[in-house]
């Protein structure tokens, strides 16, 4: 392991051209200081897809879902942007395309059980209608060991998981698998606008004006994607079975707690 900034070109040169596979996980959730999201997702893909072509390196870099409609969001826009890039630079890369990514370790499940934990009702943005696919870190990972294997190149891969939740049904399933009672309040506009506001000026905020802005979009394959699915590497772990993994972490007991081996 090597640790290394994305800033430091020569660096990243010589760790890639003493690699066999380039995998770019790099990515920022909020904008702070010198790391935007311009910098981080559409300024370093575009540099090492550069490397990648000149060395002939394979390149599998991690994007994101359904971004294409969030004209409103600069996550998305600077994604879009590292994505083109990339198949302007080098037209063998794999791109790969998670819905959200869940695990113990994520930065979305565990947070939600956090507040939940603290607070007797929860607001739902745009009435929790948003779709979304959720898939398990390890089918994430499955799949990039598959196409490392089977040496599929120039790819753009949707990654979904084995079900479509909106956001209201993953609250509630999130909500039960710590056991919780919680009021679920659709929130106006303008109060999520304003408190999304308040919240972006914290270190690490619970959500952003942008994030905010791409909540209202649906986050599932689109109509003629190639997901893993097509490819013959589903995801297997269904998202209350895997929250249930760990979320005895935020129950009362904790990991003595009834359900941790159920």
Not at 57 to 82: E, P, R, T, V, W
Not at 204 to 232: A, C, H
Request: net charge positive; aromatic share 10%.
């Amino acid at each position: 392991i090597v640790e290394a900034n994305i800033n430091n070109y020569k660096l990243i040169h010589e760790l890639i051209s003493n690699s066999d596979i380039c995998l770019n996980l790099v990515g920022i959730l909020f904008e702070k200081g010198k790391n935007t999201f311009n910098k981080i997702h559409s300024i370093f893909p575009e540099q090492i897809s550069k490397i990648c072509n000149e060395l002939n390196k394979d390149l599998i870099h991690i994007s994101a879902l359904a971004l294409k409609d969030a004209k409103d969001s600069n996550y998305a826009i600077s994604k879009i942007q590292g994505e083109k890039k990339i198949r302007e630079n080098f037209s063998n890369a794999t791109i790969i395309k998670p819905s959200i990514v869940y695990s113990v370790d994520d930065n979305f499940t565990t947070r939600f059980m956090s507040l939940i934990q603290h607070i007797p009702f929860f607001p739902m943005y745009y009435n929790g209608k948003t779709k979304f696919s959720p898939v398990h870190v390890t089918d994430v990972a499955e799949l990039i060991c598959h196409v490392i294997t089977k040496k599929i190149k120039g790819k753009d891969i949707e990654v979904i998981g084995p079900e479509v939740l909106s956001f209201k049904q993953i609250i509630n399933k999130i909500i039960k698998s710590i056991n919780k009672k919680r009021i679920l309040i659709p929130l106006p506009l303008f109060i999520a606008k304003l408190s999304a506001s308040i919240f972006q000026i914290f270190p690490n905020p619970i959500i952003t004006r942008d994030q905010l802005n791409l909540l209202k979009y649906d986050n599932i394959k689109s109509e003629n994607g190639l997901t893993n699915f097509d490819l013959g590497c589903p995801s297997k772990i269904f998202f209350e079975d895997g929250i249930n993994q760990y979320s005895y972490n935020w129950r009362e007991g904790g990991k003595f707690s009834v359900k941790e081996n159920n």
